[in-house]
């Protein structure tokens, strides 16, 4: 059964850039979309961006211009940076597998997600 | 502020059905693209409840299910339980610009 466990600082000062990895445990990290979504206090699911296990990226154009994401298929890791953090990316920061549909570009969702960590942007 | 609308909150007794509709527009739903709904119970993690429009993932009970209903498509609860407790979101693809978007969320409470 895979499992997804985020990890990264929990604070990060503005302007700074906000690192967070992913570690996938109990199955192969080929052939699906690594995932990063953030949830603001008490609000909704924002979709970051993913990426494929062949390096293949997609981001959200409202971040594209702050986000990295990459992935290292040697260790099962993938990590998310987002650059230039204000207060506004103070989220709670999830990892999740996306699934799609041979041939289907917009046919995705996320069937497996990690337990989400904190990050708070802050001086 | 969210490309796809969902109520705020609904409500409903156990045992009792209720819908919560994913409204959108030309560029999403209205295309034609495919709708994945999610539940996340207080202080965790969402969960795939609903994938492809209608269909249920190993282990999610026949009580969830997915339906269109007009222009919008919908999740549909019955038999209405304690633990179904939760927010409900929505997801689709949104092509102008491409990226995949959630609904803002919907409350259920559980009278």
């Known amino acids: 059964q895979v499992q997804l466990q985020e990890s990264g600082p929990g604070l990060v000062k503005p302007s700074e850039t906000l690192s967070l990895t992913c570690s996938v445990s109990g199955g192969s990290i080929s052939a699906y979309y690594w995932t990063w979504i953030r949830q603001p206090p008490g609000k909704g699911l924002e979709w970051i961006g993913y990426?494929?296990?062949?390096?293949?990226?997609h981001y959200n154009p409202s971040l594209k211009t702050r986000v990295t994401i990459s992935v290292d298929t040697s260790t099962n890791h993938f990590s998310l940076n987002l650059r230039s953090v204000t207060a506004a990316d103070t989220a709670v920061y999830y990892c999740?597998?996306?699934?799609?549909?041979?041939?289907?570009?917009?046919?995705?969702?996320?069937?497996?997600w990690g337990k989400g960590t904190t990050v708070t942007v802050s001086s | 502020q969210f490309v796809l609308t969902q109520p705020p909150s609904v409500s409903g007794a156990p045992g009792q059905r209720v819908t919560i509709s994913c409204t959108g527009n030309s560029s999403n739903i209205g295309a034609g693209y495919e709708v994945h709904w999610y539940q996340q119970l207080p202080g965790t993690a969402p969960k795939l409840l609903i994938y492809?429009?209608?269909n249920r993932p190993s282990g999610v009970p026949d009580r969830f299910s997915g339906f269109m209903s007009g222009t919008s498509l919908s999740l549909a609860i019955t038999g209405l339980q304690a633990e179904d407790e939760a927010d409900y979101y929505c997801q689709s693809y949104d092509d102008s610009p491409s990226r995949w978007v959630f609904g803002g969320g919907t409350k259920l409470t559980v009278l």
């Open positions: 492809g429009n209608n």
């Open positions: 999740a597998r996306g699934v799609r549909r041979i041939s289907v570009y917009y046919y995705y969702y996320m069937d497996v």
């Open positions: 990426i494929h296990s062949s390096g293949s990226t």
